[in-house]
């Protein structure tokens, strides 16, 4: 709610700097990405 207040403020004082009216979409976070992934079933251990 406070996001898209504040959104509609910025854009009623700087209208130039948005090329659309509604407030952009907020996309899920990736999942976990590795490296070297551990083998199931072995514990890593904390540095």
């Given at each position: 709610?406070?996001?898209?207040?504040?959104?509609?403020?910025?854009?009623?004082?700087?209208?130039?700097?948005?090329?659309?009216?509604?407030?952009?979409?907020?996309?899920?976070l990736?999942?976990?990405?590795?490296?070297?992934?551990?083998?199931?079933?072995?514990?890593?251990?904390?540095?």
């Open positions: 709610m406070k996001r898209s207040q504040t959104l509609a403020a910025a854009r009623a004082k700087h209208p130039q700097r948005f090329s659309k009216a509604t407030d952009p979409k907020i996309l899920a990736p999942g976990p990405a590795w490296i070297n992934q551990p083998k199931e079933g072995t514990e890593t251990e904390a540095a």
